[in-house]
Structure formats: structure tokens, C-alpha cells
């Protein structure tokens, strides 16, 4: 899993991302990659979850790498933005339902994670709808509403 992360925290880079008129897109599009990466190889949620972790904790390091003096430079603050949306992703799910179709879940504070929409015909339809802005913000509005 280390080179999977390291591989994810090499190839996710500034430059690349610049390319793109929405970098926080660019960002989710990659992380999903590499989640099907992690799906494709036999990977449940857990493994995925561990993924996201892992990654998450590397972002920060670049985070830290990339800030002098505690000043953030630009690498920096676009390694924030990849550590803000792993945050955001590590909190998510897809569940395959009994009649065949897919939710997005949100875990929460509460006994039960949250399903903020359902059925998705594939993960696939399941993920483009994630990296949708639509689904950030309705995401982000049931993140906000249950603090951890």
C-alpha cells in the first residue's frame, strides 16, 4: 500500500493540476483512480479507507515540506487542498444494495452513517456523481451538520 500512496502523492502534483479549470475536481478525479486501483486489486472498504488514510498523512507531510517558516507556499496550499478532499473522501462510502444498485454514504456522528443519495446503477455512476459539484456541496452541507 506504502508505493500505492507514494505513487498517488508523486503523480498528484501542481503542475498537473494547474492544467485544470477546477483544480478541487482535478484532485477528486485522482483520488478516485487511485481508489479503483485499490477496488481492482481486491480491495473492500477497509483497504480503500486505509488508502485514504495513508494518503492523507502523506499531503500533510507535504504540507509541512512545502510551508517556510510556517509560511505555506503555493505547493503548500495545493497539498492542503488534496489533504481537504482525502478528509472529505475518507468519510464516504459506496454500498452495494440488496436489488443491485449503489448508495453514497457519509459517516457521521451518529449510530447509522448518513446516505446522502442512492440508486446508482454502478460505483462507477456512484464516483462521477461524487466528483460532481453538486454532490460536494450537498457532502460537505451533511459533513457540517454532524461534527465529529
Avoid: C
Avoid at 63 to 89: K, M
Wanted: charged share 20%.
Amino acid at each position: 500500500m506504502n508505493d500505492l500512496v507514494e505513487a498517488f502523492i508523486s503523480g498528484i502534483t501542481p503542475t498537473e493540476q494547474a492544467k485544470l479549470s477546477n483544480r478541487r475536481l482535478g484532485i477528486r478525479l485522482v483520488i478516485t483512480e487511485y481508489e479503483n486501483m485499490v477496488r481492482a486489486s481486491g480491495g473492500a472498504d477497509e483497504a480503500i479507507q486505509s488508502f485514504v488514510q495513508q494518503a492523507k498523512d502523506r499531503a500533510f507531510q507535504e504540507i509541512s515540506r512545502h510551508s517556510r517558516n510556517g509560511i505555506p507556499t503555493s505547493t503548500a496550499e495545493f497539498y492542503q487542498d488534496v489533504f481537504e478532499e482525502l478528509s472529505t473522501r475518507s468519510r464516504l462510502s459506496i454500498k452495494e444494495l440488496k436489488n443491485g444498485t449503489f448508495q453514497v454514504l457519509v459517516s457521521v456522528s451518529s449510530p447509522l452513517p448518513h446516505v446522502v443519495k442512492d440508486g446508482f446503477s454502478s460505483i462507477a455512476v456512484a464516483q462521477e456523481w461524487i466528483n460532481s459539484g453538486v454532490a460536494d456541496a450537498i457532502i460537505r452541507q451533511v459533513i457540517a451538520a454532524y461534527p465529529k
